[in-house]
């Protein structure tokens, strides 16, 4: 009896290192993920428009409750960049349609249909449309505009929105007519409401200059790691990603949520350790696009979501085994060739929405543009938004 006993414990011990063994393999694994993907029509369809906002870009999900990791069941701010304001008729563009910069939109939790989703912007003279975030910071010049990044509500600070901004001028000698020329943190206190009028804004030193390999900044994505934000490994800490340089390098600093406006204490990843100065950060990623998403996946491991390439057809997906990597090689988990219906339309800046993702799935949008504008969009004016796709693990 006693020889049966310590067979059995024996047989259990194997059982269990060989479970263990299975297991840490498969979360070190980079490479393979057990996977669907399909269009998502009910979301794509919810921005198809016909008359106020219509078309943009840059789109972003915060949930109002800063609970970042499930569906959400309160309200979601949709924040986007260059917006379209105006009217369709009969497929055409209705003459005085305008664009802005920036521009936000409601969604209550509980209701998904395009009826539920109000937008908002500023109102000026004759009711012209203005951008919903104009530039007011100490190093704003004239002629510059906002371009909105990733943001979250700190639950640690008050349930204070926060949202990084790119603040950006026009220039004649660039390839698409704008460069960057800074970041800006903007605080939304906790209620305010859309234009914001208790908003502040204060340069941060996340913008890096372009030296000739290209510039870039931070605030591409958020990953808010806290058990607050229902994080399934929290470790209290949010990090926030950041792509520079013309191979998209992507480079990622952390901060403790309270202390999120103070950028001593903020440190970057140098590849082995977490480090105060920005310089000696080392790139986790690359070849992604200027917007990104990370997410954590069921398994314990973490999806980096993005365009390959920045602008390629293609969308990608880099497993990491943490927030901060290691990440594996890109996976192509969509084509977006179909949405290409003419020789100047691109694709760019895919990422993924939990907020708006049942369990099991992730929603990820991708965004669509005319690298002839102002030619194609009178006659395809809702060409000029995002879309929806919708991965579903196994």
């Not at 603040?167 to 939304?188: M, Q, W």
């Not at 979501?305 to 990608?316: C, E, L, P, R």
């Not at 990422?351 to 543009?369: F, Q, V």
């Not at 102002?374 to 395809?380: G, H, I, N, T, V």
Request: net charge positive; glycine share 10%; proline share 5%.
């Amino acid at each position: 009896m006693k020889r049966e006993l310590i067979a059995g414990l024996i047989c259990c011990l194997c059982n269990f290192k060989i479970q263990a063994q299975s297991t840490k393999q498969a979360f070190s694994d980079l490479k393979t993920l057990n996977y669907t993907v399909e269009s998502a029509p009910d979301w794509t369809n919810a921005l198809i428009r016909q008359s106020g906002w219509f078309g943009g870009d840059g789109i972003f999900t915060i949930p109002m409750d800063g609970i970042e990791h499930r569906a959400a069941r309160g309200k979601v701010l949709f924040i986007f960049s260059d917006s379209m304001i105006g009217g369709i008729n009969d497929g055409k563009l209705k003459p005085g349609s305008t664009m802005i910069h920036n521009a936000v939109a409601i969604l209550d939790g509980k209701e998904r249909g395009a009826a539920k989703l109000k937008f908002y912007w500023r109102k000026g003279k004759g009711d012209k449309a203005e951008s919903v975030f104009i530039p007011k910071t100490a190093k704003t010049e004239n002629g510059d505009y906002l371009w909105l990044g990733d943001g979250f509500v700190n639950k640690e600070l008050n349930n204070d929105l926060f949202i990084f901004a790119y603040r950006i001028t026009n220039v004649s000698n660039a390839a698409f007519g704008f460069k960057e020329v800074g970041n800006v943190l903007i605080k939304i206190p906790a209620g305010d409401k859309s234009p914001y009028h208790a908003q502040k804004q204060e340069d941060t030193p996340f913008y890096i200059p372009d030296k000739g390999e290209g510039g870039g900044s931070f605030g591409a994505g958020i990953y808010v790691n806290t058990k607050s934000a229902g994080a399934p490994a929290p470790d209290g800490f949010v990090y926030v990603y950041g792509v520079i340089g013309k191979w998209k390098q992507v480079l990622v600093a952390r901060v403790l949520p309270q202390y999120f406006e103070k950028y001593d204490r903020w440190t970057y990843w140098d590849g082995k350790a977490w480090v105060g100065d920005v310089r000696k950060a080392e790139k986790i990623a690359d070849w992604v696009s200027n917007e990104l998403s990370v997410s954590p996946l069921p398994d314990g491991r973490y999806a980096m979501i993005f365009q390959v390439g920045a602008m390629t057809k293609d969308i990608g997906l880099r497993i990491g085994t943490t927030p901060y990597g290691p990440f594996g090689p890109a996976i192509k988990i969509w084509d977006c060739t179909s949405d290409l219906t003419n020789k100047h339309y691109f694709v760019y800046n895919a990422k993924a929405h939990p907020s708006l993702s049942k369990p099991g799935e992730l929603i990820i949008s991708y965004n669509i543009n005319s690298t002839d504008f102002f030619k194609d969009l009178p006659s395809d004016p809702n060409m000029y938004r995002p879309r929806f796709i919708r991965l579903k693990l196994q």
